[in-house]
Protein backbone atom coordinates (compact mmCIF):
# COMPACT_ATOMS: atom_id res chain seq x y z
CA UNK A 1 0.00 0.00 0.00
CA UNK A 2 1.55 3.62 -0.75
CA UNK A 3 0.67 6.74 0.64
CA UNK A 4 1.42 10.20 -0.35
CA UNK A 5 3.28 12.54 2.47
CA UNK A 6 1.94 16.29 2.43
CA UNK A 7 5.64 17.18 2.30
CA UNK A 8 5.87 15.38 -1.35
CA UNK A 9 3.39 17.58 -2.92
CA UNK A 10 4.96 19.91 -5.41
CA UNK A 11 5.64 23.09 -4.15
CA UNK A 12 3.47 26.06 -5.35
CA UNK A 13 5.48 28.10 -7.83
CA UNK A 14 7.18 31.50 -6.70
CA UNK A 15 8.02 34.36 -9.07
CA UNK A 16 9.02 38.07 -8.43
CA UNK A 17 6.73 40.53 -8.67
CA UNK A 18 9.28 42.64 -10.85
CA UNK A 19 9.40 43.10 -14.35
CA UNK A 20 13.18 42.00 -15.25
CA UNK A 21 12.93 39.26 -13.04
CA UNK A 22 9.81 37.94 -14.99
CA UNK A 23 11.88 38.94 -18.07
CA UNK A 24 10.37 42.04 -19.13
CA UNK A 25 11.01 46.04 -19.87
CA UNK A 26 8.90 49.21 -20.23
CA UNK A 27 10.10 50.15 -23.64
CA UNK A 28 10.48 53.52 -24.76
CA UNK A 29 6.41 53.61 -25.70
CA UNK A 30 5.42 52.73 -22.62
CA UNK A 31 4.99 49.08 -23.59
CA UNK A 32 5.60 46.46 -21.85
CA UNK A 33 7.92 43.82 -24.01
CA UNK A 34 10.09 40.83 -23.69
CA UNK A 35 13.60 41.04 -22.77
CA UNK A 36 14.00 38.20 -25.07
CA UNK A 37 12.53 39.68 -28.01
CA UNK A 38 11.04 42.83 -28.04
CA UNK A 39 8.65 42.53 -30.60
CA UNK A 40 7.01 40.11 -28.12
CA UNK A 41 3.95 41.38 -25.76
CA UNK A 42 3.60 39.66 -22.19
CA UNK A 43 3.13 35.49 -22.32
CA UNK A 44 0.37 34.09 -20.42
CA UNK A 45 0.75 30.56 -21.39
CA UNK A 46 3.98 29.74 -19.58
CA UNK A 47 3.47 25.81 -19.85
CA UNK A 48 0.86 23.90 -19.70
CA UNK A 49 0.27 23.94 -16.00
CA UNK A 50 -2.42 26.12 -15.19
CA UNK A 51 -0.89 27.10 -11.88
CA UNK A 52 2.53 28.17 -13.16
CA UNK A 53 0.67 30.03 -15.34
CA UNK A 54 -1.73 31.82 -12.84
CA UNK A 55 1.07 32.47 -10.37
CA UNK A 56 3.14 33.87 -13.20
CA UNK A 57 0.17 36.98 -13.92
CA UNK A 58 -0.78 37.24 -10.25
CA UNK A 59 3.29 38.63 -9.96
CA UNK A 60 3.27 40.15 -13.36
CA UNK A 61 0.07 41.85 -12.45
CA UNK A 62 1.51 42.87 -8.95
CA UNK A 63 4.58 45.18 -10.85
CA UNK A 64 1.91 46.60 -13.26
CA UNK A 65 0.38 47.71 -10.11
CA UNK A 66 3.56 48.89 -8.83
CA UNK A 67 4.23 50.76 -11.43
CA UNK A 68 0.81 52.87 -11.60
CA UNK A 69 0.77 53.70 -7.73
CA UNK A 70 4.27 55.32 -8.07
CA UNK A 71 4.01 57.08 -11.00
CA UNK A 72 0.48 58.20 -9.43
CA UNK A 73 1.96 58.76 -5.99
CA UNK A 74 5.18 60.69 -7.62
CA UNK A 75 5.54 64.13 -6.64
CA UNK A 76 5.25 65.30 -10.36
CA UNK A 77 3.02 65.74 -11.89
CA UNK A 78 0.75 63.81 -9.88
CA UNK A 79 1.08 63.39 -6.37
CA UNK A 80 -1.86 61.39 -5.29
CA UNK A 81 -2.31 60.45 -1.81
CA UNK A 82 -3.68 57.07 -0.43
CA UNK A 83 -6.38 57.41 2.00
CA UNK A 84 -7.84 54.00 3.44
CA UNK A 85 -10.94 53.21 4.01
CA UNK A 86 -12.28 52.23 6.65
CA UNK A 87 -10.69 56.07 7.72
CA UNK A 88 -8.02 55.90 10.59
CA UNK A 89 -8.06 52.27 9.69
CA UNK A 90 -4.17 51.09 10.92
CA UNK A 91 -2.22 49.59 7.41
CA UNK A 92 -1.98 46.33 8.93
CA UNK A 93 -5.91 46.04 9.49
CA UNK A 94 -8.34 44.79 6.78
CA UNK A 95 -8.68 48.22 4.69
CA UNK A 96 -9.39 49.13 1.34
CA UNK A 97 -7.45 51.99 -0.46
CA UNK A 98 -8.37 55.06 -2.80
CA UNK A 99 -6.24 57.50 -4.33
CA UNK A 100 -7.31 61.32 -4.37
CA UNK A 101 -5.04 64.16 -5.80
CA UNK A 102 -3.01 66.42 -3.37
CA UNK A 103 -5.29 69.09 -3.07
CA UNK A 104 -9.16 67.84 -2.67
CA UNK A 105 -9.92 69.50 0.60
CA UNK A 106 -9.52 72.79 -1.89
CA UNK A 107 -11.16 71.83 -4.68
CA UNK A 108 -13.67 73.63 -6.54
CA UNK A 109 -14.32 70.14 -8.78
CA UNK A 110 -13.60 66.87 -8.44
CA UNK A 111 -14.17 64.09 -11.04
CA UNK A 112 -14.92 60.47 -9.33
CA UNK A 113 -13.96 57.23 -10.97
CA UNK A 114 -15.79 54.03 -10.30
CA UNK A 115 -14.15 51.16 -11.95
CA UNK A 116 -14.94 48.07 -12.86
CA UNK A 117 -14.87 45.60 -9.85
CA UNK A 118 -12.85 43.15 -11.47
CA UNK A 119 -10.36 45.44 -11.74
CA UNK A 120 -7.61 46.48 -9.09
CA UNK A 121 -7.14 50.01 -8.45
CA UNK A 122 -5.88 52.59 -11.18
CA UNK A 123 -6.30 49.47 -13.52
CA UNK A 124 -8.55 50.24 -16.29
CA UNK A 125 -7.50 47.02 -18.84
CA UNK A 126 -4.97 44.78 -18.46
CA UNK A 127 -5.18 43.68 -22.21
CA UNK A 128 -4.15 47.40 -23.05
CA UNK A 129 -1.64 47.66 -20.13
CA UNK A 130 0.10 44.59 -21.25
CA UNK A 131 -0.50 44.48 -24.62
CA UNK A 132 -0.22 47.48 -27.60
CA UNK A 133 -1.23 50.87 -25.94
CA UNK A 134 0.90 50.17 -23.24
CA UNK A 135 0.69 51.41 -19.04
CA UNK A 136 -0.49 54.93 -19.40
CA UNK A 137 -3.62 54.33 -22.00
CA UNK A 138 -4.33 50.74 -19.61
CA UNK A 139 -4.63 52.78 -16.76
CA UNK A 140 -5.90 55.49 -15.08
CA UNK A 141 -2.80 57.91 -16.02
CA UNK A 142 -4.37 58.63 -19.22
CA UNK A 143 -7.36 59.66 -18.01
CA UNK A 144 -5.86 61.94 -15.29
CA UNK A 145 -4.17 63.52 -18.41
CA UNK A 146 -6.51 63.82 -20.22
CA UNK A 147 -8.72 65.80 -17.68
CA UNK A 148 -5.96 67.38 -16.60
CA UNK A 149 -5.18 68.96 -20.52
CA UNK A 150 -9.24 69.46 -21.26
CA UNK A 151 -8.93 71.85 -18.41
CA UNK A 152 -5.70 73.63 -19.32
CA UNK A 153 -6.94 73.93 -22.64
CA UNK A 154 -10.11 75.98 -21.50
CA UNK A 155 -8.43 78.00 -19.18
CA UNK A 156 -9.61 76.39 -15.90
CA UNK A 157 -8.08 74.84 -12.85
CA UNK A 158 -7.98 71.13 -13.26
CA UNK A 159 -9.92 69.01 -11.53
CA UNK A 160 -9.23 67.32 -8.52
CA UNK A 161 -9.78 63.36 -9.21
CA UNK A 162 -10.97 60.10 -6.36
CA UNK A 163 -10.22 56.76 -7.66
CA UNK A 164 -12.95 54.75 -5.76
CA UNK A 165 -11.43 50.83 -5.71
CA UNK A 166 -14.25 48.43 -6.09
CA UNK A 167 -12.06 45.58 -6.99
CA UNK A 168 -9.86 44.89 -4.32
CA UNK A 169 -12.22 44.03 -1.37
CA UNK A 170 -10.97 40.43 -0.64
CA UNK A 171 -8.54 41.21 2.16
CA UNK A 172 -5.42 39.08 1.66
CA UNK A 173 -4.08 38.94 5.31
CA UNK A 174 -0.53 37.42 4.60
CA UNK A 175 -0.07 39.96 1.87
CA UNK A 176 -1.81 42.62 4.26
CA UNK A 177 -3.36 44.20 1.50
CA UNK A 178 -6.60 43.32 -0.49
CA UNK A 179 -7.30 41.30 -4.01
CA UNK A 180 -9.41 41.38 -6.63
CA UNK A 181 -11.86 38.46 -7.32
CA UNK A 182 -9.43 36.80 -9.53
CA UNK A 183 -6.06 37.52 -7.89
CA UNK A 184 -7.71 36.36 -4.86
CA UNK A 185 -7.26 32.13 -6.52
CA UNK A 186 -3.18 33.02 -6.95
CA UNK A 187 -2.75 33.38 -3.91
CA UNK A 188 0.58 31.72 -2.75
CA UNK A 189 -0.90 27.84 -1.55
CA UNK A 190 0.74 25.31 0.53
CA UNK A 191 1.61 23.71 -2.46
CA UNK A 192 0.85 23.71 -6.31
CA UNK A 193 -1.61 21.36 -6.11
CA UNK A 194 -4.11 23.15 -3.56
CA UNK A 195 -7.14 24.42 -4.42
CA UNK A 196 -8.15 27.97 -3.84
CA UNK A 197 -8.84 29.20 -0.30
CA UNK A 198 -11.86 29.52 0.77
CA UNK A 199 -13.80 33.03 1.91
CA UNK A 200 -13.71 33.66 5.91
CA UNK A 201 -14.39 36.35 8.27
CA UNK A 202 -10.97 37.65 8.27
CA UNK A 203 -10.97 37.95 4.58
CA UNK A 204 -14.04 40.63 5.04
CA UNK A 205 -13.23 44.41 5.18
CA UNK A 206 -15.54 46.11 7.66
CA UNK A 207 -17.74 48.32 5.56
CA UNK A 208 -16.58 46.91 2.07
CA UNK A 209 -17.66 43.83 1.87
CA UNK A 210 -19.83 44.23 -1.33
CA UNK A 211 -19.08 46.74 -4.17
CA UNK A 212 -22.94 48.32 -3.25
CA UNK A 213 -20.97 48.62 0.28
CA UNK A 214 -17.90 50.52 -0.83
CA UNK A 215 -19.83 52.80 -3.29
CA UNK A 216 -22.07 54.06 0.08
CA UNK A 217 -18.42 54.20 1.61
CA UNK A 218 -16.67 56.60 -0.76
CA UNK A 219 -19.31 58.99 -0.93
CA UNK A 220 -20.22 59.60 2.93
CA UNK A 221 -16.78 59.19 3.98
CA UNK A 222 -14.78 60.65 1.18
CA UNK A 223 -17.01 62.97 -1.08
CA UNK A 224 -19.30 64.30 1.36
CA UNK A 225 -16.54 64.14 4.13
CA UNK A 226 -16.61 68.34 4.62
CA UNK A 227 -13.12 67.48 5.91
CA UNK A 228 -12.06 65.78 2.61
CA UNK A 229 -14.13 67.78 0.40
CA UNK A 230 -15.36 71.82 0.47
CA UNK A 231 -19.23 71.18 0.62
CA UNK A 232 -19.06 73.79 -2.03
CA UNK A 233 -17.31 71.17 -4.87
CA UNK A 234 -19.45 69.70 -7.39
CA UNK A 235 -18.92 66.31 -8.17
CA UNK A 236 -18.17 64.79 -11.80
CA UNK A 237 -18.97 60.90 -11.83
CA UNK A 238 -17.88 58.72 -14.10
CA UNK A 239 -18.91 54.85 -13.62
CA UNK A 240 -17.68 52.04 -15.52
CA UNK A 241 -19.57 48.00 -15.65
CA UNK A 242 -21.24 46.49 -12.95
CA UNK A 243 -20.23 49.39 -10.29
CA UNK A 244 -21.97 51.77 -12.24
CA UNK A 245 -25.21 50.06 -11.66
CA UNK A 246 -24.06 50.21 -7.95
CA UNK A 247 -23.45 54.34 -8.33
CA UNK A 248 -27.25 53.93 -9.45
CA UNK A 249 -28.85 52.24 -6.92
CA UNK A 250 -27.15 53.69 -4.36
CA UNK A 251 -28.26 57.65 -6.01
CA UNK A 252 -31.09 56.89 -6.70
CA UNK A 253 -32.82 57.05 -3.11
CA UNK A 254 -34.85 60.21 -1.85
CA UNK A 255 -32.84 60.41 1.07
CA UNK A 256 -29.61 59.71 -0.31
CA UNK A 257 -30.33 61.99 -3.45
CA UNK A 258 -31.02 65.21 -0.50
CA UNK A 259 -27.86 64.99 0.75
CA UNK A 260 -26.06 64.27 -2.69
CA UNK A 261 -27.88 65.65 -5.48
CA UNK A 262 -27.23 69.17 -5.04
CA UNK A 263 -23.25 67.91 -5.34
CA UNK A 264 -23.28 66.18 -8.16
CA UNK A 265 -22.53 67.87 -11.78
CA UNK A 266 -22.85 65.17 -14.26
CA UNK A 267 -22.53 61.43 -14.30
CA UNK A 268 -21.59 59.36 -17.37
CA UNK A 269 -22.68 55.08 -17.15
CA UNK A 270 -20.32 53.10 -19.16
CA UNK A 271 -21.45 49.74 -19.79
CA UNK A 272 -24.09 49.59 -17.02
CA UNK A 273 -27.61 48.23 -16.97
CA UNK A 274 -30.02 49.84 -14.40
CA UNK A 275 -32.90 50.65 -16.01
CA UNK A 276 -34.84 53.84 -15.60
CA UNK A 277 -37.76 51.62 -15.31
CA UNK A 278 -36.58 51.01 -11.92
CA UNK A 279 -36.16 54.43 -10.73
CA UNK A 280 -37.26 55.64 -7.78
CA UNK A 281 -36.30 59.57 -6.97
CA UNK A 282 -37.49 61.75 -9.01
CA UNK A 283 -34.77 64.28 -8.32
CA UNK A 284 -32.60 61.31 -9.64
CA UNK A 285 -34.63 60.72 -12.66
CA UNK A 286 -34.70 64.59 -13.42
CA UNK A 287 -31.16 64.45 -13.04
CA UNK A 288 -30.08 61.52 -15.37
CA UNK A 289 -32.67 63.10 -18.15
CA UNK A 290 -30.87 66.65 -17.85
CA UNK A 291 -27.22 65.69 -17.14
CA UNK A 292 -26.79 62.26 -17.76
CA UNK A 293 -25.00 60.20 -20.39
CA UNK A 294 -24.51 56.70 -20.78
CA UNK A 295 -22.07 54.89 -23.23
CA UNK A 296 -22.56 51.33 -24.75
CA UNK A 297 -20.72 48.82 -27.24
CA UNK A 298 -22.13 49.66 -30.80
CA UNK A 299 -20.31 49.57 -33.77
CA UNK A 300 -21.23 53.10 -35.28
CA UNK A 301 -18.06 55.31 -34.47
CA UNK A 302 -17.22 56.89 -31.08
CA UNK A 303 -19.98 59.47 -29.88
CA UNK A 304 -22.67 58.75 -32.37
CA UNK A 305 -26.29 58.87 -30.57
CA UNK A 306 -27.37 55.52 -30.20
CA UNK A 307 -31.06 56.76 -27.91
CA UNK A 308 -32.71 59.20 -26.19
CA UNK A 309 -33.56 59.63 -22.84
CA UNK A 310 -36.33 57.06 -23.34
CA UNK A 311 -34.65 54.19 -24.84
CA UNK A 312 -34.60 53.08 -28.45
CA UNK A 313 -36.46 49.59 -28.99
CA UNK A 314 -35.25 49.19 -32.27
CA UNK A 315 -31.16 49.47 -30.92
CA UNK A 316 -29.74 45.81 -30.42
CA UNK A 317 -28.86 46.34 -27.05
CA UNK A 318 -29.86 47.51 -23.78
CA UNK A 319 -30.92 51.62 -24.25
CA UNK A 320 -32.97 52.32 -21.35
CA UNK A 321 -31.01 54.16 -19.00
CA UNK A 322 -33.27 57.48 -18.82
CA UNK A 323 -30.54 59.68 -20.10
CA UNK A 324 -28.84 60.23 -23.86
CA UNK A 325 -26.80 57.40 -25.07
CA UNK A 326 -23.88 56.98 -26.98
CA UNK A 327 -21.83 54.36 -28.78
CA UNK A 328 -18.42 54.12 -27.76
CA UNK A 329 -16.88 53.57 -30.37
CA UNK A 330 -16.18 49.87 -32.77
CA UNK A 331 -12.98 49.99 -30.98
CA UNK A 332 -14.62 48.79 -27.81
CA UNK A 333 -15.45 45.40 -27.94
CA UNK A 334 -15.35 44.93 -23.70
CA UNK A 335 -16.60 46.73 -21.08
CA UNK A 336 -13.18 47.45 -19.58
CA UNK A 337 -12.03 49.50 -22.98
CA UNK A 338 -14.84 51.54 -23.70
CA UNK A 339 -13.48 54.54 -21.33
CA UNK A 340 -10.41 54.20 -22.97
CA UNK A 341 -11.39 54.14 -26.27
CA UNK A 342 -14.26 57.01 -25.55
CA UNK A 343 -11.94 59.14 -23.26
CA UNK A 344 -11.79 62.31 -25.24
CA UNK A 345 -15.18 62.74 -25.60
CA UNK A 346 -16.33 61.76 -22.14
CA UNK A 347 -13.90 63.86 -21.33
CA UNK A 348 -14.80 66.67 -23.46
CA UNK A 349 -18.59 66.28 -22.20
CA UNK A 350 -17.47 66.88 -18.26
CA UNK A 351 -15.90 69.85 -19.37
CA UNK A 352 -19.01 71.32 -21.15
CA UNK A 353 -20.99 70.39 -18.70
CA UNK A 354 -18.32 71.93 -15.89
CA UNK A 355 -17.71 75.60 -17.70
CA UNK A 356 -21.82 75.67 -18.55
CA UNK A 357 -22.57 75.26 -14.94
CA UNK A 358 -25.91 75.12 -13.41
CA UNK A 359 -27.45 75.99 -16.62
CA UNK A 360 -26.50 73.05 -18.73
CA UNK A 361 -29.12 70.60 -20.21
CA UNK A 362 -28.72 67.53 -22.41
CA UNK A 363 -29.33 68.02 -25.72
CA UNK A 364 -32.99 66.45 -26.12
CA UNK A 365 -33.65 64.23 -29.01
CA UNK A 366 -34.69 60.34 -29.91
CA UNK A 367 -33.16 57.82 -32.10
CA UNK A 368 -35.47 54.96 -33.47
CA UNK A 369 -33.71 51.71 -35.32
CA UNK A 370 -30.52 50.94 -35.76
CA UNK A 371 -30.02 53.74 -38.06
Known amino acids: ?80 TTVRLPLGTPPSQPHVPVLTSPHLAAASRVVLLVGEPCQALGVLAHRVICGRGGITRGSVLGLVGALTAAAEAAAQPPPDVVLANTGELWWWPEGGRGLTPVERHAVPMASAVHWGRWHEKENEIEGHRTVREHVRAVFEEVVLNGEMVDERAKVDVIAVGDAADEVEGYLDDEEVWKKVGTRLNCLVVMGGFYSSANFKCEGFRRFMKERGRAYVIHHTPVDTPVAGPSGNPGASGFTSFGCPVYSAGPAAKYTETMLIEAQREVVSWIQQVALAGDAYKNEVFAVFGEE
Request: proline share 5%; charged share 30%.
Open 1 to 80: MFRRRWSGLPADPVFAADFKELGYFINDIDEIRSIDNSDYYFKYYLTKNSRWNERQRFAFNEAVRKTIHARLTAPSPYNF
